[in-house]
T-cell receptor
Framework: AQKITQTQPGMFVQEKEAVTLDCTYD???????LFWYKQPSSGEMIFLIY??????QNATEGRYSLNFQKARKSANLVISASQLGDSAMYFC??????????FGSGTQLTVLP | AAGVIQSPRHLIKEKRETATLKCYPI?????VYWYQQGPGQDPQFLIS???????DKGSIPDRFSAQQFSDYHSELNMSSLELGDSALYFC?????????????FGEGSRLTVL
């Protein structure tokens, strides 16, 4: 079974600065992946980025990048040049054998003007 | 691009009533997943379907049932509703033979049980 740990219940960042949201995981699968989702106060779950365990490079999608450290079992999300619209809950998640996701407890990010 | 469509977006029911949520996956996606997210909680996996057959089961109460139809849309049926069933219910879809990273959620159906 997978386990996802997000140790930061809340984070604050100044607008235009970068922020790192932590995610550590535990799995016995030799091949796995990690998702990051954004959930604004309106509730929808927005896909941000995906990293496969055998991907040679860290995933990047626009202002989002993954700092994937396999040996440390961490997959931290880095948001560069934060915007006010980035204020939301962020979830790290890992798919199981049938791709059902196990989520971390989330980090509430607040971007300050 | 077409996304996962869920209906209704909001639903209010009384205790002991029944509710049905619908999910229309992204075209060509063959797998549907249902999640329940209680207030202040992370989403919990309920059940999934692949090619209209149940493929995996999570923490779905016995009062709930779900199915996937020939057109690949799925319905989550909830009976004998309890106050604790108030939550945001997400549907997600993927193409099993496609990249693992292509898993997308609908906007959710918010159920309130009074």
């Amino acid at each position: 079974a997978q386990k996802i740990t997000q140790t930061q219940p809340g984070m604050f960042v100044q607008e235009k600065e970068a922020v790192t949201l932590d995610c550590t995981y535990d799995t016995s699968d030799p091949s796995y992946g990690l998702f990051w989702y954004k959930q604004p106060s309106s509730g929808e779950m927005i896909f941000l980025i995906y990293q496969g365990s055998y991907d040679q490079q860290n995933a990047t999608e626009g202002r989002y990048s993954l700092n994937f450290q396999k040996a440390r079992k961490s997959a931290n999300l880095v948001i560069s040049a934060s915007q006010l619209g980035d204020s939301a809950m962020y979830f790290c998640a890992m798919p199981g054998s049938a791709r059902q996701l196990t989520f971390g407890s989330g980090t509430q990010l607040t971007v300050l003007p | 691009a077409a996304g996962v469509i869920q209906s209704p977006r909001h639903l209010i029911k009384e205790k002991r009533e029944t509710a049905t949520l619908k999910c229309y996956p992204i075209p060509r996606h063959d797998t549907v997943y249902w999640y329940q997210q209680g207030p202040g909680q992370d989403p919990q996996f309920l059940i999934s379907f692949y090619e209209k057959m149940q493929s995996d089961k999570g923490s779905i109460p016995d009062r709930f049932s779900a199915q996937q139809f020939s057109d690949y849309h799925s319905e989550l049926n909830m009976s004998s509703l309890e106050l604790g069933d108030s939550a945001l219910y997400f549907c997600a879809s993927s193409l099993t033979s496609g990249p693992t990273g292509e898993l997308f959620f609908g906007e959710g159906s918010r159920l309130t049980v009074l």
